[in-house]
């Protein structure tokens, strides 16, 4: 596969990226747990097909301490054993908001309820953004056709 645009030798997608990053910067310095938003970012990434992401986040998840087992469970989460209520919650959050088009009338109450149930307003403000924010990058990457494979932990700064 191959990229379809250099993201990073355009200067309008050069420049787009550099906002969106910062808003990045915005969610990891939130009080959101980490393990929390790298389970959201790989969930979104798996739903949306995003290669790219579902590689770069599994692989700082793994680098960051996560477990082989988590990780493979993600996809099954409501089957899996392995993840406490609040990061259930945020997984659900995480798909419901991935998948607004698919539900009229949008974010059922009650997930946003069991959401609100283990995560403070900051918190719930930063699981918001992520996930807005990595369903960009997957929107952009898809499109892109960025290769996935490649990445190595850290290499993004």
Not at 138 to 143: D, E, G, L, P, T
Request: proline share 3%.
């Amino acid at each position: 596969m191959t990229a379809r645009i250099d993201l990073y030798g355009s200067g309008t997608a050069a420049k787009f990226l550099k906002y969106i990053n910062s808003a990045g910067k915005v969610i990891s310095d939130s009080p959101l747990p980490a393990t929390v938003a790298e389970l959201v970012k790989i969930r979104a990434s798996q739903i949306n097909g995003c290669g790219f992401c579902t590689d770069m986040h599994t692989k700082d998840a793994a680098h960051a301490g996560e477990t082989a087992l988590r990780l493979n469970l993600i996809a099954a989460w409501r089957e899996a054993t392995v993840f406490s209520d609040a990061e259930r919650a945020a997984l659900e959050l995480t798909e419901q908001g991935t998948r607004i088009a698919d539900a009229a009338g949008g974010v059922p109450d009650e997930v946003w309820a069991r959401a609100a149930e283990h995560f403070d307003a900051e918190q719930l403000a930063a699981l918001i953004g992520l996930i807005a924010l990595i369903n960009a990058y997957n929107r952009i990457n898809v499109i892109a056709t960025i290769p996935a494979g490649d990445y190595t932990p850290g290499q993004w700064g």
